[in-house]
C-alpha cells in the first residue's frame, strides 16, 4: 500500500489503520482476536490497493467477478508452489499453526503463503494498469465468471512467469523455516519475506 502513488488523504488514513493494527497483534490473547484482526486489516487493505480495479470486496472462490477470479487462480499456483516447497522438508501439510486441522485442507500451506500472496495481487494490478487482461477474454455462467479456454494459458503465464520469479526467495524462507524448527524447541524469529520487484 506504501508504494501507491499519489495517495489521498483517506489512503493514507488506510495506511495508518493497518499499522495501528499490526502494533496490537502482539497484545492479543487467542486466535479469534488474531482472526478478527485479519479480517479488518484485509477489508482495507483490498479497498485501497486495488482502488482504481472496481474492487467489490474480496469474495474467496465465488468468482463474482474478474478481479476475484484471477485472485483465485493466482493464490492457487502459489499455493501449489508452496505445498510442493514444504514437501520437499518433509512438513505434513494438514498440520498448520495458525489454521486449524480440517478435514482434507493443507492448513500449513494455508499458513506459509500469506507472506507471499502480494506477489500475485502486485501482478494483478501490474496486469491491468497495463492493459494485459481484457474483460472480452471472460464469461459469465450461471453468477460466475470464467476464462474462456483460448485464453487460459494466457493467464496461467501471467502468474507463473510472476511465481518463479520468487522460486528462489521462497525455497530459502521455507528452508529457514524448517531449520528454525530443527534448531529450537521454541523458535524466537521467524524468517520474513519483503516483497520487492524483481526483472
Excluded: W
Excluded at 489521498?8 to 479469534?32: G, P, R
Amino acid at each position: 500500500m506504501k508504494s501507491l502513488r499519489y495517495k489521498t488523504s483517506k489512503e493514507k488514513s488506510n495506511i495508518e489503520k493497518i499499522n495501528s493494527y499490526t502494533n496490537k497483534v502482539d497484545l492479543i490473547k487467542n486466535s479469534n482476536e488474531l482472526l478478527g484482526i485479519e479480517g479488518s486489516v484485509s477489508k482495507i487493505y483490498f479497498e485501497t490497493y486495488f482502488k482504481n480495479l472496481n474492487f467489490k470486496g474480496r469474495k474467496p472462490r465465488c468468482k463474482t467477478d474478474i478481479f476475484n477470479l484471477l485472485l483465485d487462480i493466482g493464490y492457487y499456483y502459489l499455493f501449489n508452489f508452496i505445498d510442493a516447497n514444504l514437501e520437499l522438508y518433509g512438513f505434513d501439510n494438514f498440520y498448520g499453526f495458525y489454521h486449524k486441522l480440517f478435514f482434507q485442507r493443507k492448513s500449513l500451506v494455508c499458513d506459509i503463503i500469506e507472506p507471499f500472496r502480494g506477489i500475485i495481487d502486485r501482478r494483478i494490478r501490474k496486469s491491468y494498469n497495463l492493459k494485459q487482461i481484457d474483460n472480452n477474454n471472460f464469461y459469465l455462467k450461471n453468477g460466475q465468471y470464467y476464462i474462456k479456454q483460448k485464453y487460459n494459458k494466457k493467464y496461467s503465464n501471467i502468474f507463473l512467469k510472476e511465481i518463479l520469479l520468487y522460486k528462489e526467495q521462497i525455497f530459502i524462507y521455507i528452508q529457514k523455516y524448517y531449520r528454525s524448527f530443527m534448531k529450537n524447541k521454541k523458535i524466537n524469529n521467524y524468517p520474513n519475506f519483503y516483497l520487492e520487484e524483481i526483472k
